[in-house]
Each structure stands twice: as C-alpha cells, then as structure tokens.
C-alpha cells in the first residue's frame, strides 16, 4: 500500500515564507515524477509545480521566482518552498507523484494540506 502524506501547512502572513513536504512510503520500486497541486474554496486544482526524477521542474506562471519545488530520492520526499507568498496562495495543496508498486506505475495522491496567507 502506497501512501502520501503531505506536511507544513498553516497560517503565514503575506510576504512570508512556509515549507511544504511530501513523504511517499509503502512498498515502492520507484518514484518517477512528482509534483505540488493546490484548490483554492470554489477554485479547480490547478499545478503549481513539477519535477521529474533527473530533477528537472516546471513551474506555473503564478508561482515563478517565488516557489522552488526539490526532492530528496533516497527519502521518496518532495518539498515545496513558498516564498513572498500573497493571500492568493491560499489553497489546500496536493502531493502527487507517479509511483511504480507491484506492477505498473501508477498517479498516487495525498489528502492535502492547508496553507492559509493572511493579509
């Protein structure tokens, strides 16, 4: 059983800084890529951002030059460091990352954490 479990949610002051982490466990073969999605209250879940196992990223728009996503393999981690973070940002976000168990690869979610930006 593979599981996601996201971390470092909260409430942060617009202009500040949260970290986000995401820990993939279970009986895992390999973890290919991994990515950071949020919905914000009536909103779509829309990425945020990307990375592949070669470390190589993608960002959307909204987020460029503020987040940096990274993984850590060994650990099966991805984080999403959210600076100079406006209320806009307030969203749930989701851990995603595609993950080969017993047989295929398949997309495996989180529950999400919150992240709240007061102004």
């Known amino acids: 059983q593979v599981q996601l479990v996201e971390s470092g949610g909260g409430l942060v002051q617009a202009g500040g800084s949260l970290r986000l982490s995401c820990v993939a466990s279970?009986?895992?073969?390999?973890?290919?890529?991994m990515a950071w999605y949020r919905q914000a209250p009536g909103q779509q879940r829309e990425l945020v951002a990307e990375?592949?196992?070669?470390?190589?990223?993608n960002y959307a728009d909204s987020v460029k030059g503020r987040f940096t996503i990274s993984r850590d393999n060994p650990k099966n981690t991805v984080y999403l460091q959210m600076n100079s973070v406006t209320p806009v940002d307030t969203a749930v976000y989701y851990c995603?990352?595609?993950?080969?168990?017993?047989?295929?690869?398949?997309?495996?979610w989180g529950k999400g954490t919150l992240v709240t930006v007061s102004s």
């Open positions: 995603n990352a595609n993950i080969r168990a017993t047989g295929l690869s398949m997309v495996y």
């Open positions: 279970g009986s895992i073969r390999s973890v290919g890529a």
């Open positions: 990375i592949t196992s070669l470390g190589f990223t």
